[in-house]
């Protein structure tokens, strides 16, 4: 989005700064001016959110390292020291444990907007493929953070998800010990993890400045869809949004205190309370709530496939869950972004996101349960199918047979049509 | 209908954090949540039930079980059992602990040690018990929970049930049978054989536990309260006042951290309400 930047410098020290270093420029112009749509809905301050999500997470983490010991014998006591005898120690402890989840929570709902609104189509592909990248580096981030309190959880998770990387022909053996750093989890491997939960945040920080960099290309996508046509459609980022997003961020963290302060062990497992112990197996080994979905798709493939024994099609299902995310773009063959004018679509997302949930839900039940009346294992193969076929099936056919609603010329068209249909609906 | 929808989609993200709780279902009955005083948004302990079930911990589980994250020191520290650091020195020094720097390898406690274990290491613990050491009680409380059925633990998130771990101790410490009850059948439908030296505990997961029946009516003499009223000495009252200790020992800083918790959504909510009218008034001028 081509735009002039309207600062000028007001006094010669100024001048001279940006003659030689434009930073003031280049955050007026970023953060202040930049021209976005005036019919974003709440949906779209999620990605303000999730920014503050990854600054309190790196901060409390920072403080949360001063005072953590990564050693098999000391890590576990070391974080009940925090929690006990560091001061506040228990509130920036809960904060970062809840935050993770708080920032999932925020993630998901980030997604299936972009999802829901097409924000992934042309021109935004590298956008949408950065936030996959970033999803997978949240993913690995909170993984090896989950291990770092070495609670039964932590162990075992640790155990069974490095595990399955031993499925993969060849090569899988040597990456299990390189991932370990030996050949069970044990001291290597909470250093090592220690040492790349610390590095990950950073990287995810460098990657949303790409992700906002490649945002600020093309500019926001919208509820509606259309492109920007004029300045009428768009407003400056401050105050508008900035006072918006601000907004919502207050009133995320209205449930996150209330799980910090209230609950902060709700989200988490009883068993992670328990020293890591590498003779006793927990009951039921489940991983966190925000890897669910993906849990459950690992141990749907319980069957071998020709050649492909059931452990290796686990781990290339699940591999293949994130990855059929990057091609999402060239999968969906509709020309209309925002569902809301795609009748069919609608359907069949809602659907996926009811699936979604499903899946979590069987990710958590035990593995030869019933639910719902129907044996997990055979309901799983259910949802797997079709969270894939969402994306490899549904999305390419529809976009050639459905026929979409008509697209309002403009964002400031549609925005007047709304508040006519709105002031129509208070005479009645 | 588009609210309803964003609201539908919300929840929909929100049940997916709600599902882990699914799995913890275990054999036994169902267990009762009781009415602690540290539950709920203004939950506080009550110091009187902390001393109790301190004094129950100290003549009974102390003799099998440790508590090696608690120093005595902790015993006098506000919002908790609060004695008096007079009593808690004297307290630590009935006790010995292990000191390599000390001459013949122990010396008396000072407020400053942490509670001494009953026995040097796992190995001897679980030769001493049957083949199981019995596990530290630091934060029991937080290391068991209960589980509730489909849709019922929703409801955890909106009370929030934090009280899981104090609701099992107690089950399990009353839940103890003389006899294997009529008609137990293991989870294959093959009757029950209660193996040799464990006993029969109903909330215990599989029933068979190593720990023989701790309490018993009347075990520990609590002292009379100044006004004269007298807290029943029964196998309950022990074990709700253990459970609510065991609470405190696990989450030393409950009743400073729900004051705070107070104070800060007071703050977010009166904060999120000025900013909504700010943004609103900001917007007014804008057709959106
Ligand atoms: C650390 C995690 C992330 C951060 C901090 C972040 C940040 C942001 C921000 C600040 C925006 C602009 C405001 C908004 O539209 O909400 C944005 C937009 C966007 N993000 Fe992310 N994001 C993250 C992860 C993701 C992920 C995982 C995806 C998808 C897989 C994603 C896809 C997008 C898309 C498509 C847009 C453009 C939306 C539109 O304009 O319609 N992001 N992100």
């Not at chain 1, 768009?234 to 609950?263: E, G, N, Q, R, S």
Request: net charge negative; proline share 7%; aromatic share 14%.
């Amino acid at each position: 989005m081509a735009h002039e930047s309207s600062y000028v410098p007001g006094n010669a020290v100024e001048k001279w700064v940006d003659e030689r270093l434009p930073i003031v420029r280049f955050a007026k112009e970023h953060l202040v001016d930049f021209p976005t749509p005036k019919n974003l809905n709440y949906w779209w301050t999620f990605g303000g959110i999730l920014a503050f999500m990854l600054v309190v997470q790196i901060v409390t983490g920072i403080i949360l390292a001063m005072h953590y010991t990564p050693h098999v014998a000391m890590a576990f006591d070391s974080v009940e020291h925090i929690r006990r005898d560091v001061n506040g120690g228990r509130i920036i402890q809960a904060v970062h444990a809840v935050g993770a989840s708080m920032f999932f929570f925020a993630v998901y709902i980030h997604m299936f907007r972009g999802l829901y609104f097409g924000s992934y189509k042309a021109p935004r592909e590298i956008l949408w493929i950065l936030g996959v990248l970033l999803f997978v580096l949240m993913v690995t981030t909170a993984f090896m953070g989950y291990v770092l309190p070495w609670g039964q959880m932590s162990f075992w998770a640790a155990t069974v998800i490095t595990n399955i990387v031993a499925a993969i022909p060849v090569v899988g053996d040597p990456i299990l010990q390189l991932l370990r750093g030996g050949f069970a989890v044990d001291n290597a491997t909470l250093n090592r993890f220690f040492s790349l939960h610390y590095l990950l945040p950073f990287v995810i920080a460098a990657v949303v400045g790409l992700h906002v960099w490649a945002l600020h290309i093309p500019g926001n996508n919208n509820p509606v869809g259309v492109d920007v046509k004029s300045t009428r459609d768009t407003v400056p980022f401050h105050p508008y949004y900035t006072m918006k997003d601000l907004f919502a961020i207050v009133v995320f963290c209205i449930p996150f205190a209330w799980f910090v302060f209230f609950a902060p062990d709700l989200l988490g497992h009883a068993d992670n309370y328990i020293m890591a112990n590498s003779q006793v197996t927990p009951a039921h080994i489940v991983p966190e709530w925000y890897f669910l979905p993906f849990y459950a798709i690992l141990r749907a493939i319980d069957f071998n496939i020709l050649f492909i024994d059931s452990k290796l099609g686990g781990v290339i299902f699940f591999a293949g869950s994130l990855l059929v995310l990057f091609f999402v773009p060239w999968l969906d063959t509709s020309k209309v972004r925002s569902g809301s004018f795609r009748p069919v679509f609608k359907w069949f997302y809602w659907l996926f996101i009811v699936n979604f949930v499903m899946l979590a839900y069987l990710g958590a039940s035990a593995a030869d349960g019933n639910v719902l009346g129907i044996p997990v294992a055979d309901f799983s193969k259910i949802c797997t199918v079709y969270y894939f076929a969402y994306f490899i099936v549904i999305l390419p056919l529809l976009g050639r047979f459905e026929v979409p609603r008509p697209l309002p010329p403009s964002i400031s068209e549609s925005v007047l049509k709304h508040d006519a249909a709105h002031a129509a609906q208070a005479t009645h | 209908m588009n609210k309803i929808k964003s609201i539908l989609s919300a929840l929909c993200i929100g049940l997916i954090a709600a599902a882990t709780p699914v799995l913890a279902a275990e054999a036994g009955p169902e267990i009762k949540k009781e009415p602690w005083s540290f539950a709920g948004l203004f939950g506080t302990y009550d110091q009187n039930q902390l001393q109790r079930g301190f004094q129950v911990f100290r003549e009974v589980c102390s003799s099998c079980h440790g508590a090696r994250l608690i120093a005595f020191r902790n015993l006098s520290e506000s919002g908790g059992p609060e004695f008096t650091e007079g009593q808690v020195k004297a307290l630590a020094a009935e006790y010995s602990i292990a000191d390599i720097s000390a001459e013949g390898g122990t010396r008396t406690a000072v407020p400053a040690d942490r509670w001494p274990s009953p026995f040097a290491n796992d190995l001897e613990a679980a030769e001493a018990n049957g083949g199981i050491a019995p596990p530290d009680l630091s934060v029991m409380a937080k290391a068991r929970n209960t589980s509730q059925p489909f849709p019922w633990w929703l409801l955890n998130y909106v009370t929030p049930y934090a009280e899981g771990g104090p609701d099992y101790i107690h089950a399990l410490l009353t839940g103890y049978e003389d006899e294997v009850p009529e008609g137990t059948h293991n989870s294959d439908g093959t009757p029950f054989e209660l193996p040799e030296g464990k006993y029969y505990n109903h909330y215990f997961p599989g029933h068979a536990i190593g720990m023989p029946p701790p309490l018993s009516d009347g075990l520990v003499t609590y002292a009379e309260a100044e006004n004269g009223t007298a807290v029943p000495m029964t196998v309950d009252q022990y074990s709700r006042d253990f459970a609510a200790f065991a609470m405190w020992m696990a989450e030393p800083h409950l009743v400073a951290r729900k004051e705070s918790g107070l104070q800060v959504m007071v703050f977010l909510i009166v904060l999120a309400g000025i900013m909504y009218v700010v943004k609103r008034r900001l917007w007014a001028k804008v057709e959106h």
